[in-house]
């Protein structure tokens, strides 16, 4: 099974920080990677896929990369509603897994 | 509009039966693969059980395989969980989503329904 890894588990910021996530994969997923956003009482809410296709709707202020094993989740100028936990997802093969998640805190 | 409604959730003890349900509306409900996804409490997010739009082919986390069980009507518009041998480590808020690529690529969630395993 393919197990997937972020890093920080935490980070704080400031609005309008630029901040970076990185998920691993744990074998070759080429570019089958989603990202989510989760408000706290929320459910998740698709941002990226596949690894760079901004979701409908998402501000330009996301931007994802990677390929392969390694994948980036970027967001350029952080706005108040963007605290949250973001989680990568590996859509390549079953069993699909999440990761652990990134929580974006304010500084 | 596309609106997807999870219930079935409650209290139950170890060991015990549930099956969870999720209304579908807005689409077309035969051509999307269906996923459910839990999350314990104050945990991250666990891919559960994914099924395609034709209802061949059913997925399953290896927490889950055996005990669980993911089905859907097509003609009702819902998907369901059936939920056996339940544990603590059950305990969750389940979402369903709609999937948009794949069978895990979901775009919208319902709000989820509360599963608690306890005696």
């Known amino acids: 099974d393919i197990q997937m890894t972020q890093s920080p588990s935490s980070l704080s910021a400031s609005v309008g920080d630029r901040v970076t996530i990185t998920c691993r994969a744990s074998?070759?997923?080429?570019?089958?990677l989603n990202w989510y956003q989760q408000r706290p009482g929320k459910p998740p809410r698709l941002l990226i896929y596949p690894a760079s296709s901004l979701h409908s709707g998402v501000p330009s202020r996301f931007s994802g990369s990677g390929f392969g094993t390694d994948f980036t989740l970027t967001i350029s100028g952080l706005q108040p509603e963007d605290f949250a936990t973001y989680y990568c997802?590996?859509?390549?093969?079953?069993?699909?897994?999440f990761g652990p998640g990134t929580t974006v805190e304010m500084k | 509009e596309v609106q997807v409604l999870e219930s079935g959730g409650g209290l139950v003890q170890p060991g015990g039966s549930l099956r969870l349900s999720c209304a579908a509306s807005g689409f077309s409900f035969s051509n999307y693969a269906m996923s459910w996804v839990r999350q314990a409490p104050g945990k991250g997010l666990e891919w559960v059980s994914g099924i395609d739009g034709s209802a061949i082919n059913e997925y399953y986390a290896d927490s889950v395989k055996g005990r669980f069980t993911i089905s859907r009507d097509n003609s009702k518009n819902t998907l369901y969980l059936q939920m056996n041998s339940l544990r603590a480590d059950d305990t969750g808020l389940y979402y369903c989503?709609?999937?948009?690529?794949?069978?895990?690529?979901?775009?919208?969630w319902g709000q989820g329904t509360l599963v608690t395993v306890s005696s």
């Open positions: 997802l590996q859509s390549y093969s079953a069993p699909w897994a």
């Open positions: 074998q070759s997923i080429a570019n089958y």
């Open positions: 989503g709609r999937a948009i690529f794949g069978v895990v690529t979901c775009d919208y």
